[in-house]
């Protein structure tokens, strides 16, 4: 040990360490300066950038022994106090720079140096210095970021006051602004806390967890031999499948009817068989989570191995045996069978194309490994925290499994760093609960790496697009057909809807009269798959933009005029064979129409005066509706209080998308007129034992269904407070009159069915989101490399609510569909294992010149006109980028990521012919 004098954050601090410790395990677990994030552990995310001795130092990575006695440390909580902001904190609240907030403090940090360093940075050095430090995000397509430093550097200098930079409502009016979340504050001082900062708040008799993984792909399991793992001192107990109270497995819950699984599958510890790499088949309890890793490395697990099918083909193959015994490894179909057949045309037309696209197996990649912790409460319930987006739905997936009643089972979302869907499932929350029950109640702690994140949690399912297009002599489309694959993994939880997600959006938004697809559901040993943001359209959908292109360009028009022609239009009937709910396609495409024509010019001219770059436009359009499907509910209540407040109680869950500013702007906008103020409004969230069941944050259904469901109840504290003269009662006159304080709203869309699962029609959904996709890329046809230049968006999602989050949202998003594009994937189980292994983009992978303009079309069936956000942009980014690089350099690339070897070989093969 050293004993060390440093000064951290002004003031002299003594310490002693461990040489070899990390600067961020001193600062987060002997200072509790717990804004210090720890991400990635090997330097490649800046969540924990800290300023030592006037440099940006990533933490993670800085050990102990390298640091000089009296460095000046400075971490985010020397920074601002919530009465003294720093600009640069400010900023990062007004831009909306703080999604999920994880990687908040780091970039501020390193921004803080940057101004000092060079106090009027351009753009540019601002990107430069951020891909410098790799300060990465994930949520928020890094555009308002520079704009907040950009902002912060103007107060800096003087030439713009503090006051300027956060949003001050008018007229009491927020909706459609740059009001900054409620949570906003927190995360850009640090105190927001995470899974793995509560961990560090736990009591002293918490246990700590790691686990013992599978390092194969398939095999059966003949035994596990624990007895030199519980000779280390410090380990509580080894937990495996003979510890489940319960049946020990975890329920998809939804499953339909024409499934040929019973959605029993996923273990919580494998017992007889590991179907992937990374199950999970023990747990070790320690005093500590060092001592409980080394412990895990000592369980020795004797394996049978079998085939691994790695992929749908080796799946199919007539001599692979079922992954689960009983079950066909092809599980689940479901047609899209509308208007008449398509055989005849396919035969007469005057134009047809086909095309197979494959999209990735793409991981999430939040910066915040998956956490959580486990207790029995006050009232005898076993209680979870966790990243859950869903924890209603997952209290009933996990606690057969876990052995527990519904009753005795209490799930609370812990504040998230970001998770774009996987949460959607639940990862960690059944091996939390059964860990706490198996180690005599006591509290419990588990926290991933980020291998760990990467290899074990779910990812986005790969998808197999195969697909024909007919269309008459003027460019009608007559019918489409095709035959298309999920590889879902080992687990078939939510493999039934995502095929049905296939049969939802493939030529979603094109009036196509006759359909005849069939979708198939595969199960292989590859990660199991879990929802991703944009859940089915962005697979559907590679491969129907790319087959429009295709058909365009066999025609001899321009790709654009040729989706105009077939967009929906007054008459016309969705995929699912309903009614639009609105018909803003042809007006988007109109707002869009000279811009892709400007860019269109340019891209020509910039080619005659290069061989080595060539660049191109294109253009996509998404679709994805808002809900799960048929008859969607959502509950909430809103309650006065005593001190005039009002408490919004919900169960929406918070990943980043903004569901804090959703609750408080969906109550304000009515209560408004009873004078409340935004700062009068306290949220109650996402806790199942205080917090009715408003569904699952995913789909973009929140914002319609809970946004409703909070609008309901608020309209009903309304009525109760006004009185005859048209003023509102206090809570003093409310009580005097006994007139009730709390108020449920509950809403669904009742005029929504479910698809049929013969013919995939029906109308299930009450509001969809629509986005237009127009990148200029820049293909460098030496190498391969493809960088998108500028994203044009055009976008109707409703009336916007907020838009500082809407916004970032389609910025993150169209970030994302770079990634999914050119870099992003999780195939190679050596490789693809950190931030960086598995592509994940930095600020100078994403453009600067990012613009969005919004058709605001009022839906009748979303609060204030309010349909959602977060799937639409990462619906067709991606296809518009590999429409693009033909555009560009004549080269058809179908399949993603493409990558700048994969695009070189294409050029390659095209100077040969």
């Known amino acids: 040990m050293v004993k060390k004098v440093l000064l951290i954050n002004g003031f002299e601090r003594s310490l002693i360490t461990d040489p070899e410790s990390t600067l961020a395990d001193v600062l987060r677990k002997q200072l509790m300066l717990t804004g210090c994030k720890v991400g990635c552990r090997n330097g490649q995310c800046g969540a924990c950038s800290v300023i030592v001795d006037g440099k940006v130092t990533r933490a993670c990575v800085k050990k102990m022994k390298t640091i000089k006695e009296y460095s000046k440390i400075e971490t985010i909580e020397g920074l601002g106090t919530p009465d003294n902001l720093h600009p640069l904190q400010l900023a990062w609240m007004g831009h909306g720079g703080a999604q999920c907030g994880f990687c908040s403090p780091g970039f501020i940090m390193s921004a803080k140096q940057l101004l000092e360093e060079n106090p009027s940075p351009t753009r540019e050095e601002v990107r430069e210095w951020f891909q410098k430090y790799r300060n990465a995000c994930r949520c928020t397509g890094y555009l308002p970021l520079v704009n907040a430093v950009m902002d912060a550097a103007k107060v800096l200098r003087g030439e713009m006051k503090k006051e300027e930079l956060l949003f001050k409502p008018q007229n009491n009016n927020i909706v459609g602004t740059y009001y900054h979340r409620p949570s906003a504050l927190a995360k850009v001082t640090g105190t927001w806390d995470y899974g793995a900062d509560i961990a560090l708040?736990?009591?002293?008799?918490?246990?700590?967890?790691?686990?013992?993984?599978?390092?194969?792909?398939?095999?059966?399991?003949?035994?596990?031999?624990?007895?030199?793992?519980?000779?280390?001192?410090?380990?509580?107990?080894?937990?495996?499948?003979?510890?489940?109270?319960?049946?020990?497995?975890?329920?998809?819950?939804?499953?339909?009817?024409?499934?040929?699984?019973?959605?029993?599958?996923?273990?919580?510890?494998?017992?007889?068989?590991?179907?992937?790499?990374?199950?999970?088949?023990?747990?070790?309890?320690?005093?500590?989570?060092?001592?409980?890793?080394?412990?895990a490395k000592k369980v020795k697990v004797e394996l049978e191995l079998l085939p691994a099918y790695m992929d749908i083909y080796s799946a199919m193959d007539e001599d692979a045996i079922e992954i689960h015994p009983g079950t066909p490894n092809v599980y689940f179909q479901i047609n899209n069978i509308k208007g008449n057949d398509t055989k005849e045309?396919?035969?007469?037309?005057?134009?047809?194309?086909?095309?197979?696209?494959?999209?990735?197996?793409?991981?999430?990649?939040?910066?915040?490994?998956?956490?959580?912790?486990?207790?029995?409460?006050?009232?005898?319930?076993?209680?979870?925290?966790?990243?859950?987006?869903?924890?209603?739905?997952?209290?009933?997936?996990?606690?057969?499994?876990?052995?527990?009643?519904?009753?005795?089972?209490?799930?609370?979302?812990?504040?998230?760093?970001?998770?774009?869907?996987?949460?959607?499932?639940?990862?960690?929350?059944?091996?939390?609960?059964?860990?706490?029950?198996?180690?005599?109640?006591?509290?419990?702690?588990?926290?991933?790496?980020?291998?760990?994140?990467?290899?074990?949690?779910?990812?986005?399912?790969?998808?197999?697009?195969?697909?024909?297009?007919?269309?008459?002599?003027?460019?009608?489309?007559?019918?489409?057909?095709?035959?298309?694959?999920?590889?879902?993994?080992?687990?078939?939880?939510?493999?039934?809807?995502?095929?049905?997600?296939?049969?939802?959006?493939?030529?979603?938004?094109?009036?196509?009269?006759?359909?005849?697809?069939?979708?198939?559901?595969?199960?292989?040993?590859?990660?199991?798959?879990?929802?991703?943001?944009?859940?089915?359209?962005?697979?559907?959908?590679?491969?129907?933009?790319?087959?429009?292109?295709?058909?365009?360009?066999?025609?001899?028009?321009?790709?654009?005029?040729?989706?105009?022609?077939?967009?929906?239009?007054?008459?016309?009937?969705?995929?699912?064979?309903?009614?639009?709910?609105?018909?803003?396609?042809?007006?988007?495409?109109?707002t869009l129409r000279?811009?892709?024509?400007?860019?269109?010019?340019?891209?020509?001219?910039?080619?005659?005066?290069?061989?080595?770059?060539?660049?191109?436009?294109?253009?996509?359009?998404?679709?994805?509706?808002?809900?799960?499907?048929?008859?969607?509910?959502?509950?909430?209540?809103?309650?006065?209080?005593?001190?005039?407040?009002?408490?919004?109680?919900?169960?929406?869950?918070?990943?980043?998308?903004?569901?804090?500013?959703?609750?408080?702007?969906?109550?304000?906008?009515?209560?408004?007129?009873?004078?409340?103020?935004?700062?009068?409004?306290?949220?109650?969230?996402?806790?199942?034992?205080?917090?009715?069941?408003?569904?699952?944050?995913?789909?973009?259904?929140?914002?319609?269904?809970?946004?409703?469901?909070?609008?309901?109840?608020?309209?009903?504290?309304?009525?109760?407070?006004?009185?005859?003269?048209?003023?509102?009662?206090?809570?003093?006159?409310?009580?005097?009159?006994?007139?009730?304080?709390?108020?449920?709203?509950?809403?669904?869309?009742?005029?929504?069915?479910?698809?049929?699962?013969?013919?995939?029609?029906?109308?299930?959904?009450?509001?969809?989101?629509?986005?237009?996709?127009?990148?200029?890329?820049?293909?460098?046809?030496?190498?391969?490399?493809?960088?998108?230049?500028?994203?044009t968006t055009v976008a109707d999602v409703g009336t916007v609510i907020n838009k500082s989050v809407v916004d970032g949202q389609i910025y993150g998003g169209l970030a994302q569909g770079i990634g999914f594009a050119l870099s992003e994937d999780f195939e190679d189980l050596k490789k693809h294992t950190t931030l960086m292994g598995c592509g994940l983009p930095y600020i100078k992978d994403i453009p600067d010149e990012m613009d969005i303009t919004y058709v605001e079309t009022y839906r009748k069936d979303g609060p204030y006109g309010a349909s959602g956000v977060g799937e639409a942009p990462l619906t067709a980014p991606h296809p518009a980028i590999l429409n693009a690089i033909y555009e560009a350099c004549g080269v058809r690339i179908r399949k993603i990521p493409a990558l700048p070897e994969i695009v070189k070989a294409e050029l390659d093969k095209l100077g040969t012919r």
């Not at 408003?694 to 914002?703: K, Q, Y």
């Open 594 to 791: 000279p811009k892709y024509y400007e860019a269109k010019k340019k891209c020509e001219e910039k080619n005659k005066e290069s061989d080595r770059y060539k660049y191109g436009v294109s253009v996509t359009l998404g679709i994805y509706g808002c809900g799960l499907d048929g008859v969607d509910t959502s509950e909430a209540y809103v309650e006065l209080l005593p001190d005039g407040y009002v408490l919004v109680a919900d169960s929406w869950e918070d990943h980043g998308q903004g569901a804090d500013i959703g609750s408080l702007t969906m109550a304000h906008e009515t209560l408004k007129a009873a004078g409340i103020t935004p700062d009068k409004i306290r949220l109650l969230k996402n806790d199942t034992g205080r917090t009715p069941n408003s569904g699952p944050a995913g789909g973009s259904r929140s914002n319609v269904v809970t946004g409703n469901a909070i609008r309901v109840a608020s309209e009903e504290l309304l009525k109760a407070m006004k009185k005859d003269d048209g003023t509102y009662r206090t809570y003093e006159e409310m009580t005097a009159e006994n007139i009730p304080l709390r108020y449920t709203g509950k809403w669904a869309a009742s005029e929504c069915t479910d698809c049929d699962l013969e013919t995939s029609q029906g109308n299930p959904f009450s509001t969809y989101m629509y986005e237009l996709f127009m990148p200029e890329i820049k293909v460098d046809t030496e190498t391969g490399k493809v960088e998108v230049v500028k994203f």
């Open 201 to 295: 708040q736990m009591p002293d008799n918490t246990l700590h967890l790691a686990l013992v993984q599978a390092e194969v792909s398939h095999a059966n399991i003949l035994s596990i031999d624990a007895s030199e793992a519980l000779k280390v001192p410090g380990v509580h107990k080894v937990i495996t499948h003979e510890d489940v109270k319960g049946n020990n497995r975890i329920t998809g819950l939804i499953t339909f009817s024409t499934n040929k699984g019973d959605g029993w599958d996923r273990p919580i510890l494998c017992d007889k068989k590991v179907f992937q790499y990374g199950d999970a088949i023990a747990i070790v309890a320690a005093d500590t989570e060092e001592i409980a890793r080394e412990a």
């Open 345 to 590: 045309f396919m035969e007469t037309a005057e134009f047809v194309s086909e095309t197979s696209t494959y999209s990735s197996r793409q991981p999430h990649l939040p910066l915040e490994p998956d956490c959580g912790s486990a207790y029995i409460d006050e009232e005898g319930r076993l209680t979870i925290h966790s990243k859950s987006i869903g924890i209603h739905l997952h209290s009933a997936m996990i606690n057969t499994g876990i052995g527990v009643e519904l009753d005795k089972l209490r799930l609370i979302q812990n504040p998230a760093g970001g998770t774009f869907g996987y949460k959607f499932s639940p990862t960690m929350e059944a091996l939390l609960g059964v860990a706490c029950l198996a180690c005599d109640s006591r509290p419990v702690s588990l926290v991933y790496n980020m291998y760990q994140q990467i290899t074990y949690t779910g990812k986005r399912s790969p998808a197999f697009m195969n697909l024909k297009v007919a269309a008459d002599k003027d460019g009608k489309i007559l019918g489409i057909e095709g035959e298309n694959y999920i590889d879902h993994g080992p687990y078939s939880e939510f493999g039934d809807l995502l095929t049905l997600r296939l049969a939802q959006y493939h030529f979603a938004g094109y009036d196509i009269p006759n359909i005849r697809t069939k979708n198939f559901t595969v199960c292989t040993n590859h990660a199991w798959g879990s929802a991703f943001r944009g859940y089915g359209a962005p697979e559907a959908i590679l491969g129907s933009e790319i087959a429009m292109d295709e058909l365009a360009h066999k025609m001899g028009i321009d790709p654009f005029e040729l989706r105009y022609k077939n967009i929906y239009r007054k008459g016309s009937k969705t995929i699912t064979g309903s009614e639009p709910e609105v018909y803003s396609l042809e007006e988007m495409f109109d």
